[in-house]
């Protein structure tokens, strides 16, 4: 049995559990190709929990890989990252009420919505963090390059370099621009009941050809 990774932002952030009878693409894909499922992503994953997660699995085969963007800030310990400048008081109650792990780091809304403020005041600067995002896109690729794991990843391609080239895998652009049509809400990864099928689809004729 193969040992297979989805990671990436919330497209990949929806396993284990049906909803009204229906699966997420990612055990679709699993229970069809009888893969064992390592690690999803998580919501608003950042480029940097890709590369962490990655560097966490032993004896892994096979990666897909949804690429984030720089706006998505890695938070250590925590169930889910944040995209660091849509944050407002509100999402914090929210995140705080929700998540046992962020609840555990930062205690109170007050003193995460307080983090947040910050850290967009004095560290937050969209150069930075594209090269950090870049860095993390870079060690990702070699990673997976060097360990033999085979790939598929999906980037938003307008957030990847144009003169980044991805020695890993196969890049799959088509597949992202083909999940943004079946957007809706009502699923935990935001595709709807036909994307999720449809995502199932695609996936394994890729991996039949990887």
Known sequence: MKNIVILGH?????SGYDIYGQKSFID?????????LLAIGVREGSEERILQ???KQKDLDIAIIFHSRAKHLYLPGCDRDVVINKIDKSKCDYLIKISNPIREKFKD???LH????EYNQYLNDPSVQNDRFIGAL?????????KGIKCIHIPLTDNI???FNFASGNCKPHIQEIANTHLEKGYPNGLSQQGQNVLAELLIAELSIL
């Open 161 to 163: 370099p144009s003169w």
């Open 53 to 55: 997660t990655l560097k």
């Open 28 to 36: 679709l894909l699993v229970e069809q190709l009888n893969y064992n």
């Open 109 to 111: 809304s007050n003193t």
């Open 10 to 14: 919330s497209i990949a952030s929806w």
């Open 114 to 117: 307080r983090f947040i403020n």
């Open 138 to 146: 870079l060690q990702i690729d070699q990673f997976c390059f060097h």
